[in-house]
């Protein structure tokens, strides 16, 4: 509690009231009355105290006014200034003795019939004068309200100056006390769990006009991590759970071989992969199932005839920085395949991807993928253009289409497009297909059970929203903090299907 709380508190414990807070005294000083009107405006909207204005006005002596307490006022130096005799002073000489004052003294001690003129220019009038506006100003000075005539003639003339305080009457309010508790601003777990909550003060919330808060310096969200949570937000309303994806490191077996990709195939190559050196071998993987696919690859089965050539564990070892999240959904397939009853699954995920890229306005090393993945007996290809469609038209694409295409896990494939009406034409966007059996049986999935696939890039269509045309201005050490921090925090919005 603030010390000047606390002597307001007490003192008006202790007395009943404060009848004007500019009494009020902490360690022998008058306490700041700005501070004082802060800790009452709090205290009154607990109830703790009330208070009313004391508006004073005291006067002031202006510089002009201390002068004349200092000196006299200039009639009276005029006056002392002249030496008693009929024979008087000359006005040069008058002058040079008073200074600056002399017009004006010299006026107003004749007003006042103090001097008269003489041979040599003037000489005093009486014998003695009274300097009563020196008097005055002392009284004034001092403390003295004089008769209003007085006050408006000095305040005129510049030697005094009214000057305005505030201080506070206070009084006890319904919920006073000595002993205030702190007011919380939050809940806690703590205090639902003690039971503390039900007894706790809670501070109000102050929605005064003009009342902005602390506007946050941290936790700005990203393009893409908008993006990123609206197709997020789109899976979880359709059903779907969300894969762990918590690593960039995995080996080649769950990243190509497990997905059936030939252990000759261009993408496995150092051009278009990142390798690790150290480590650059893995062997986490089921024996049992490696064989089953050793298998595939090598000699085939369920009625294909794979791709007849020698499968070397060497390549399949190899740890690396996944190209794809389908890695990831592979080692999901064979989760699932392990279960004693096979279920239906809905899976998707959101994450990083790595790719030996040169990168340009177009190209990333490392960029985003948005997985969706579903497995149930007897899906088809309806089922994957279906799922799709559902799922861009919640983000408010409405125009897309497939293209037959090639991937060595899928069959059938097919490229995902979607109507750009502002570039007015058709922009890839992803891939899916169906997954083989070369891929699903080895992993012990039945016969009968399907799987629809799809993967889809975050970057493009977060471009396209946010008006990038170079997306190394998204991710990576050309990304401007300014721009994270001034875009307004907000979702896609459903129009974006007509932009896309
Ligand atoms: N993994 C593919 C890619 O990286 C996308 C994909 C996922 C295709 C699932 C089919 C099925 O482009």
Redesign the pocket.
């Known amino acids: 509690m603030s010390a000047i709380q606390d002597l307001i508190l007490t003192t008006i414990d202790a007395h009943g009231a404060i009848e004007d807070t500019a009494a009020l005294r902490l360690n022998g000083q008058p306490v700041d009355q700005l501070q004082v009107i802060g800790v009452l405006n709090s205290l009154t909207a607990r109830e703790v105290v009330s208070f009313t204005i004391l508006d004073a006005e005291y006067w002031l002596l202006s510089e002009e006014g201390n002068k004349v307490v200092e000196h006299g006022s200039p009639e009276v130096m005029v006056f002392n200034a002249i030496p008693e005799g009929e024979d008087g002073i000359s006005i040069p000489e008058l002058q040079k003795l008073v200074g600056e004052s002399y017009k004006f003294g010299q006026g107003a001690a004749f007003k006042n019939k103090w001097i008269k003129k003489s041979a040599a220019g003037f000489a005093r009038a009486t014998d003695s004068v009274v300097d009563s506006t020196r008097n005055e100003l002392i009284a004034i000075r001092d403390g003295k309200v004089l008769a209003d005539k007085i006050m408006t003639d000095y305040k005129k003339k510049k030697l005094i100056d009214k000057k305005k305080t505030s201080s506070y009457n206070v009084v006890k309010g319904p919920k006073f006390t000595t002993t205030l508790a702190k007011e919380e601003t939050d809940i806690s777990q703590e205090m639902i769990l003690s039971g503390e909550w039900k007894t706790a003060q809670f501070k109000k919330y102050n929605f005064a006009p003009g009342v902005t808060g602390v506007v946050p310096r941290g936790g700005y969200l990203h393009p893409l991590m908008k993006v990123r949570e609206e197709f997020r937000q789109i899976f979880l309303e359709l059903g779907f759970t969300e894969m762990p994806t918590n690593k960039f490191v995995d080996s080649s077996f769950w990243n190509f071989d497990a997905l059936f990709q030939p252990q000759q195939h261009p993408a496995r190559d150092a051009h278009d992969t990142f390798f690790l050196k150290d480590p650059a071998t893995d062997r986490k993987y089921p024996r049992d199932y490696l064989e089953r696919v050793k298998k595939v690859h090598s000699e085939g089965g369920y009625g294909s005839i794979g791709y007849v050539m020698d499968w070397k564990e060497e390549e399949a070892e190899k740890l690396l920085l996944r190209t794809?999240t389908?890695a990831i959904s592979s080692n999901m397939l064979y989760q699932l395949a392990q279960e004693k009853e096979f279920r239906p699954v809905k899976y998707f995920s959101i994450d990083r991807v790595f790719r030996n890229e040169t990168t340009d306005a177009t190209h990333l090393a490392e960029f985003h993928?948005l997985?969706g993945v579903v497995a149930d007996r007897g899906l088809t290809l309806g089922d994957l253009i279906g799922t799709l469609h559902s799922f861009f038209q919640k983000l408010g694409i409405p125009k897309i289409k497939f293209k037959p295409a090639f991937?060595p896990y899928?069959e059938p494939?097919m490229e995902i497009f979607s109507w750009h009406d502002g570039l007015g034409k058709w922009v890839e966007i992803g891939?899916?297909?169906m997954f083989r059996p070369e891929m699903l049986r080895p992993m012990g999935l039945p016969e009968d059970v399907s799987v629809i696939?799809?993967?889809l890039g975050v970057e493009r269509p977060t471009m396209i929203k946010y008006g990038y045309d170079d997306i190394r201005e998204l991710l990576g050490h050309k990304v401007n903090i300014d721009m994270v921090q001034k875009n307004p925090i907000c979702r896609l919005d459903k129009k974006m299907g007509r932009e896309l």
């Open positions: 794809h389908t993928q997985e991937n899928t494939s891939n899916s297909g696939a799809w993967g």
